[in-house]
């Protein structure tokens, strides 16, 4: 089976709890929830979470929230890979299914679809060989042509260099930026890797509007904006 996770922490050390920020007069944490509802590759969603308040708020938005996580997972600047893991075998445990892939959908992205999480499953499928998909969209900066990594010695270089410099954005090789929108991961690479990037990975591309994260106060307030100006902008 595949099993959705949204797994959120309290007390973020940017901002208030992002998951119940408002957007429309509706906590952050609906909009994933609600998309949710709408995907056809979830054979079930539930939030993991250390915090009653965010658990509470999750219910309320008809999600289910059938255990809590243990506090040092649920400490801000946790890693997810062991959150998704434990959340994997609890499930297990509880329920007596076997689960095949975690797909994990991060609240702070409010604007992704059904068919963007769909589509990740799908790919995960189709290529058997693949530990993990990920969410992307093209990256408005690229590494080989207009970022700069800090030298030991305080000078600054291009990122990743070939045999001749890129002088054009065309001849750049193609690169993502990748959003929390969706992470499909398959349960062996759970317990192969202690992280996503040692897998072997694919990007399933979205849009980039609909990739809009929210990890500090700017982002929220452009989002709000957004919202106030069109307001079929989601």
């Not at 901002?15 to 995907?39: F, R, V, W």
């Not at 658990?55 to 506090?71: D, G, N, S, Y």
Request: hydrophobic share 40%; with cysteine.
């Amino acid at each position: 089976m595949i099993l959705g996770t949204i797994c959120c922490i309290g007390n973020n050390k940017d901002m208030a709890d992002k998951s119940a920020l408002l957007l429309n007069d509706k906590p952050l944490i609906a909009y994933t929830i609600e998309t949710t509802h709408q995907c056809s590759m979830l054979d079930d969603v539930i939030v993991s979470t250390g915090s009653e308040d965010i658990a509470a708020t999750a219910i309320q938005c008809h999600a289910k929230v059938p255990f809590m996580l243990p506090a040092p997972l649920a400490m801000e600047g946790s890693s997810k890979w062991p959150v998704l893991l434990h959340v994997l075998e609890k499930y297990e445990k509880e329920f007596g299914k076997e689960v095949s892939y975690i797909v994990d959908m991060d609240v702070t992205v409010p604007f992704k679809t059904a068919a963007d999480i769909d589509g990740a499953v799908k790919m995960a499928l189709q290529h058997p060989e693949t530990d993990v998909v990920i969410t992307g969209y093209h990256s408005r900066r690229n590494p080989y042509l207009n970022m700069v990594e800090l030298t030991k010695k305080g000078y600054v270089e291009i990122v990743k260099k070939l045999d001749e410099p890129v002088v054009r954005w065309q001849d750049a090789p193609t690169v993502f930026s990748l959003s929390n929108a969706a992470f499909v991961i398959k349960k062996s690479a759970l317990y192969n890797y202690s992280h996503w990037s040692q897998a072997v990975c694919r990007v399933y591309e979205i849009h980039s509007k609909r990739a809009l994260d929210i990890d500090e106060e700017t982002d929220y307030e452009l989002i709000k904006f957004l919202l106030s100006r069109h307001p079929s902008f989601e």
